[in-house]
């Protein structure tokens, strides 16, 4: 119950959220820089007002509609999140009492990411792989194309299930996909060379995790490479060239990424919300700058018993 209303179908739950929050706003915030929030009261509230729709457990996501502006997306999306059962996202259940709104931003804003029509396939500021540094784990995202700006059907923001994308080979045993995996984030982890080399032993691209897995080096050297460029670098407005190179890289592993993930064209009012664990995401067809509003969510510092969960958690889906 919430001002009144009882919440008893996902889709009747949006309309009126919608409205009650409407009222309740004072005033409109769309914030343009990026920003990091933790620790700034953003805290997520544990209140199950909202019955989440089944396809976020089932597939990891799922596209919001009707909803009129940026406060009252993440209004909607503080409680989405509050209102998540760890029963049924049991890689999420250990975090959601400790969850905040890390991260706020209207994007694409950097150049390199405006002009290119894509982006591979990854996990949003990348997932820990080591527990030997604090770290922070990122777990729901979502992305709102504001209500009255401009269609853009030529975007589409492109989605997987990692589970059903992995389990469709497999790519080793356990003990062998654990230790390549720690070897890799170990060696090859995210980072920088300039002006000191740093490894963030996380990894966002999502091939350089089959690489990983794998046990091959191919991408090994893409420690710096932003997630538009991790294949030819694809300037192309409708990003078809880079689809392919990525396409293909998988099929090299036997895996179908065409085959499981969905491309969905966000129109004005929708918000896609994901499972940043369980799924990965990307992108063809050129965005306008600053014409997503994105929202991200997460613990500041992950015990090494959840990052370790997570690990065994993607070896299970490989073997």
């Known amino acids: 119950m919430y001002h009144g209303v009882c919440y008893r179908t996902p889709t009747r739950d949006i309309r009126c959220w919608c409205k009650l929050v409407t009222k309740s706003l004072m005033h409109t915030v769309v914030e343009e820089k990026q920003s990091l929030l933790f620790g700034l009261n953003q805290k997520v509230i544990r209140r199950n007002l909202m019955a989440i729709p089944n396809a976020f457990y089932e597939d990891g996501y799922v596209v919001l509609s009707g909803i009129p502006s940026v406060d009252v997306a993440k209004e909607m999306l503080l409680h989405f999140v509050g ?23 209207a994007i694409p804003v950097c150049e390199d990411i405006v002009s290119t029509g894509f982006q591979a396939m990854h996990y949003d500021m990348g997932m820990p792989f080591s527990a030997s540094q604090p770290q922070a784990l990122y777990t729901i995202s979502a992305l709102y194309k504001p209500a009255g700006s401009e269609p853009n059907p030529l975007a589409k923001t492109r989605v997987a299930s990692i589970a059903k994308l992995l389990n469709q080979v497999s790519l080793g045993k356990r003990d062998e996909l654990a230790s390549r ?31 990983a897995l794998r046990g091959e080096t191919r991408l090994a050297d ?59 995401h990307g992108r063809v067809g050129r965005r306008q700058k600053r014409e997503l509003m994105h929202f991200l969510f997460g ?21």
């Open 299 to 319: 613990v500041e510092q992950a015990t090494a018993s959840e990052i370790d969960a997570y690990k065994q958690w993607l070896i299970e889906q490989a073997v």
């Open 83 to 105: 209102s998540i059962d760890g029963e049924r996202a049991p890689l999420l259940k250990s975090t959601l009492d400790r969850t905040y709104l890390a991260k706020q931003d």
């Open 222 to 280: 893409k420690i710096d490479t932003m997630i538009g460029q991790c294949f030819d670098y694809d300037k192309n407005p409708d990003g078809v060239y880079g689809l392919e190179q990525e396409y293909a890289f998988f099929k090299q592993a036997r895996l179908d990424l065409a085959a499981v993930e969905k491309q969905i064209s966000l129109l004005p009012g929708q918000m896609l919300v994901f499972d940043n664990m369980t799924c990965v």
């Open 181 to 211: 995996l720690e070897a890799y984030a170990s060696n090859h982890g995210d980072g920088w060379v300039q002006p000191k080399p740093h490894n963030t032993q996380r990894l966002a691209i999502f091939a350089r995790v089959i690489d």
